[in-house]
């Protein structure tokens, strides 16, 4: 039986000054985008440390309280002209934003706009103004050591990023990019970084081997060597991160840390992305989260933890662009893998296998006589054991239709080896990875305290048992009754 996909993030800051960490962006240009709610309780049931969001969503932020998950929160682009033309604004915003949630929610970072210098070029200068303003009230307010501020870049502000010693800010922007580098050494705070090796490797001027560009290992005479440094590049990442303290180096910054806030792949392109592929995906994102946590750094830092959070958390399916565009998350939005990591000897951090551990649940807005015609198929032809759910038996409570449901097509979805289709019912049903286990009541699928999976075929009623794997008697809105049970499963086609 697989695993979920576990980031159990180690409880640092600064990424020099501990281990390195793997957290998450969490995008919302989603169809049925998950409540906060929902999305904290996968962010917990798959160990989830480090987020960032894309604003500061006060309900995002409220259920992220008390939850100990260490929160980015983001300044848009959009209001980042009135905070750097404001003091005042910026305290505002702060007091709104910030003030408001911590401690309970763990906010550790405000990120000041996204690629302000490649993508907003009309609020380039007032850039560090809005640092420093959003600085000043995180002082007053007595967060500064708490709470660090950035903004993240574009890796295409780096001219000339191979060999990495030659690399260089362009210097179009040396007129900001020097008095924030300034910003972020004074207040111990680090260069935001966005690196996509998958648009290095798309370029049509690249000459990037796919192995390079996915971890994918090398041999000796394939390595990318730095001529002047004689450094050995195995991978883009590492030589875009160099790039970047090499360019810092350039301008005379030597001791301010990178923290990579995007890195991914798409797992689905159009017929100009053919390298956009659920293989790709699952290779890049596997290989960078053993990568990272494993401290080794990079050539030029070696053992200088690179910190990354991974784009993306969901599928955002409503982005405009290619088909690639809404295709980077691990999930869909309805909290099912998009595909499987493969960590295996990722480390102590994390379960020791891989694969979708997922069950199938009812919807919370389903309807009650569809989730009863649901229950009476699986507990009927659908041979399910429905047995633990009478009263007195593990499952019994809560007593409701809805619990009683989402036992009964659980079992016949774990019983057909979740098969495509066999977690629908009508739509009443959806597949998530959030273990719907409670007190003694173990649900099929789940692992057991010894570690050991209960499956399907264990869970398939046996040819011998005395009621064929079905319940005596049916549930109708916590009540019992035995009629209109041939009706229901006649009229209602549930699979």
Avoid at 13 to 25: E, K, Q, S, T, Y
Avoid at 146 to 165: A, E, M, N, R
Avoid at 224 to 243: E, K, P, Q, R, W
Avoid at 396 to 424: E, L
Wanted: proline letters at 6%; charged letters at 10%; one cysteine or more.
């Amino acid at each position: 039986m697989a695993v979920l996909i576990i980031f159990h993030l180690l409880a640092i800051f600064m990424p020099a000054l501990g281990d390195a960490f793997i957290g998450v962006n969490i995008g919302t240009d989603v169809t049925n985008m998950p409540s906060p709610t929902e999305v904290v309780t996968l962010l917990k049931a798959q160990g989830i440390q480090h987020v960032r969001l894309y604003d500061a969503d006060r309900a995002m932020l409220h259920a992220l309280a008390n939850t100990g998950i260490r929160v980015i929160v983001s300044v848009p682009n959009d209001q980042l002209l009135g905070i750097g033309q404001s003091n005042a604004t910026a305290a505002n915003w702060v007091a709104r934003n910030i003030i408001a949630h911590v401690p309970a929610t763990n906010i550790t970072a405000i990120a000041v706009g996204s690629e302000v210098l490649t993508s907003l070029t009309n609020a380039a200068p007032v850039l560090v103004s809005a640092l420093k303003f959003l600085q000043a009230a995180l002082v007053a307010a007595n967060l500064d050591q708490q709470i660090k501020v950035s903004t993240p870049h574009s890796s295409s502000v780096i001219l000339d990023s191979f060999p990495p010693s030659q690399a260089f800010f362009n210097k179009t922007w040396d007129p900001v990019m020097v008095p924030l580098l300034k910003f972020l050494q004074s207040t111990g705070s680090y260069l935001m970084l966005n690196v996509y090796p998958y648009y290095d490797f798309m370029k049509p001027s690249a000459v990037i081997p796919l192995d390079y560009a996915l971890f994918r290992p090398l041999p000796p005479n394939k390595e990318a060597i730095d001529s002047n440094t004689l450094l050995h590049y195995t991978n883009v990442f590492d030589a875009v991160v160099d790039a970047a303290y090499f360019a810092m180096s350039y301008l005379n910054f030597t001791n301010i840390p990178i923290l990579v806030t995007e890195s991914g792949w798409p797992s689905k392109g159009d017929s100009s992305e053919p390298d956009a592929t659920i293989d790709n995906a699952n290779t890049y994102n596997s290989n960078l989260i053993r990568h990272v946590l494993n401290n080794s750094g990079t050539p030029k830092q070696p053992g200088i933890a690179i910190s990354t959070y991974i784009y993306e958390l969901y599928n955002e399916d409503l982005r405009t662009g290619p088909v690639s565009e809404n295709n980077w998350g691990l999930f869909y939005a309805n909290g099912a893998p998009v595909y499987t990591l493969h960590l295996t000897n990722a480390g102590t951090v994390f379960a020791n296998d891989t694969t979708n551990q997922t069950f199938c649940v009812a919807k919370s807005n389903a309807d009650t006589k569809m989730l009863q015609a649901a229950l009476d198929w699986a507990c009927g032809p659908g041979k399910v054991d429905c047995s633990p759910l009478l009263q007195g038996q593990p499952c019994y409570d809560p007593n409701n239709v809805a619990a009683h449901a989402t036992y009964a097509i659980n079992a016949y979805y774990q019983q057909m080896a979740k098969s495509a289709g066999t977690c629908d019912f009508k739509g009443v049903a959806s597949v998530t990875t959030t273990n719907p286990s409670h007190g003694s009541c173990i649900f099929p699928g789940s692992y057991g305290k010894n570690g050991s999976s209960i499956n399907g075929t264990e869970l398939a009623p046996s040819t011998n048992s005395t009621n064929s794997g079905c319940l005596s008697q049916y549930y109708n809105g916590g009540s019992l009754t035995s009629s209109l049970i041939l009706t229901l499963i006649l009229s209602v086609a549930v699979l």
